[in-house]
């Protein structure tokens, strides 16, 4: 595991690129993605600490972000974070992901306002999915080919992922 | 379809001796009106029980 957060220069390796899903002693260890998007890095913060939860939990962690879609001198007047280190996610590789994750996975994501969202995407799977996408992701909608790939899973209930409501600031507040 | 939340068994969301987010639905942070409050230690303790019970999760289902 140390291979993830161990090293400084590449902290979060594409997980995609792995196929190994247990550990040398043969420990399953699920695959975590944590999707996020970030206006001004809070809940940039915050999905490195749920990467972190679910390294710890012994899971495989990768944790990307969802481009950012205001125009650059917008963001910059407005003082969006925009250095920030994860890798941003491409429609494709999301299709294929969550699809994978849809044969043997679970989803969760939280969000603290429409702007600012983590998708978490939990992977076991062993063999190919052609299930459809997870639902609709912030700011990108799923490619279309995502869209109108019929679901062909071995199993009809092992499609498992999904996404939590919106949580209202003033409920978060008003305590 | 499974979702993974935050449930009450992550006690700090019952906090009310500070500004605290958290809802059963799943970790959250409150940024401020201008953004300039960051996660708290406490927040950021519910993002991990909640990256921790994802994976738990997904291990007990699929492992």
């Known amino acids: ?5 161990g090293s400084r220069s590449a902290p979060w390796p594409d997980s995609t690129q792995t196929t190994q899903h247990t550990s040398n002693r043969g420990v399953f260890m699920p695959k975590v993605l944590v999707l996020y998007y970030s206006t001004y890095g809070h809940i940039e913060t915050m999905a490195y600490a749920v990467a ?4 710890a939990a012994g899971a495989i962690v990768d944790v990307k972000r969802i481009s950012e879609t205001v125009p650059e001198e917008i963001a910059r007047a407005s003082h969006f974070k ?22 043997r996975g679970l989803a969760v994501s939280l969000r603290r306002s429409p702007a600012s969202s983590i998708r978490l995407v939990a992977c076991g799977r062993r063999e190919p999915c052609t299930a459809r996408s997870a639902g609709p992701l912030p700011r990108a909608p799923p490619s279309t080919a995502a869209r109108k790939r019929p679901c062909s899973r071995s199993s009809p209930t092992s499609c498992i992922s999904g996404w939590s409501s919106w949580v209202s600031p003033t409920a978060s507040r008003g305590r | 379809m499974v979702i993974v939340g935050l449930p009450y068994s992550f006690q700090g969301q019952m906090t009310i001796g500070e500004v605290a987010g958290s809802a059963p639905y799943g970790a959250t942070t409150v940024a ?9 230690e406490n927040e950021l303790t519910g993002a991990r029980y909640q990256g921790e019970l994802i994976a738990q999760t997904a ?3 699929f492992g």
Do not use: C, H, Y
């Not at chain 1, 972190?52 to 390294?55: I, L, M, Q």
């Not at chain 1, 299709?95 to 994750?101: E, G, H, I, V, Y």
């Not at chain 2, 401020?32 to 708290?40: Q, T």
């Open chain 2, 59 to 61: 291990k007990k289902l």
């Open chain 1, 82 to 103: 925009l250095d920030q280190a994860a890798p941003v996610a491409t429609i494709d590789e999301l299709a294929k992901r969550s699809l994978s994750a849809a044969e």
């Open chain 1, 1 to 5: 595991m140390n291979r993830i957060f």
């Open chain 2, 32 to 40: 401020g009106g201008d953004g300039s409050r960051r996660p708290s």
């Open chain 1, 52 to 55: 972190e939860g679910a390294k």
